[in-house]
């Protein structure tokens, strides 16, 4: 037989399937991996929080304070004020396992947050707005709701909750763990996070007033406003928005029979 040299056809190296969907495929593939890998890490750090006892989250970070953050003197007095209402409304949360301390940010960005140990940070611009305690009071109410379901370590990020994890159970320093009020302000929560602390926050502020009068009255403020507040932004970018917390928080007040009508608490500075 004899062999005859000829050209490979035309195309060879191209597959019979259309390009468009082999490069559907793929996306479709790379996107499952990521949504795999997502999920795994939302598993493990699931059991990771499981591992980290809260007792063993105090000690850790008894002391602690984010890099980036700038306090205001220890002797200002709403400082005082924002630590006391804090105690006062965490008196109604019984069993509470952590002792709360407050520290307020120099930012004129309007912002609170919680932070591992039992951290509440609130910014000068958010205090700079509320007119009355029972504003305030809901505020930090919703914060303490996000340590209720321990949000605040959730929003570390993944890195971090494992290597907190690690730190626990294998003795490994803490102390490389690096976090900054900037990260954590990009981060946000989920809605059902939000909620859930809004409907704890709420219930505290019942509780500690008898009714709920002016809890909601800051996000109405937001909503009513059309001009972007400066320092609204940030508080606004990490919570649910605050028309639809309004309408949620009169909700959850009209099922439990709370009075949305009471004595109003002035700020004490
Ligand atoms: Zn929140």
Known sequence: MKFIPRQPREGINVSDTHPLVEAGTLVAGL?????????LLIF??????????VEKEVALFEDWLPED?????????????????????????????????????????????ALPGG?????????????????????????????????????????????????TTMGNDVSSISVTVTDLTLRGF??????????????LVYTHYGHVDEAWRLFEKWDNDDRIMPGVVSYTSTHPDAG???????????????PIEGLITGLKW
């Open 244 to 258: 639809d917390r309004v309408e949620k928080l009169k909700d959850q007040a009209l099922r439990e029979g709370w």
């Open 69 to 113: 953050l700038i306090t205001v003197s220890p002797a200002d007095e709403r400082l005082h004020q924002a630590q006391l209402l804090v105690d006062r409304l965490a008196f109604h949360w019984a069993d509470a396992p952590y002792t709360f301390r407050v520290e307020i940010d120099d930012s004129d960005v309007a912002n609170a947050m």
């Open 44 to 53: 493990l750090v699931e059991i990771a929080l499981y591992f980290i006892p």
């Open 31 to 39: 996107t499952l991996i990521f949504v795999f890998i997502a999920l």
């Open 119 to 167: 951290l509440i940070i609130v910014t000068e611009g958010l205090l700079d707005q509320v007119e009355s305690e029972n504003e305030l009071a809901f505020v930090l109410g919703h914060e303490l709701g996000h340590f209720r379901n321990r949000d605040h370590l959730r929003a570390l990020g993944r890195g971090i909750v494992l290597s907190l994890f690690l730190a």
């Open 190 to 203: 989920s809605r059902q996070q939000e909620s859930s602390a809004d409907e704890f926050g709420l219930a």
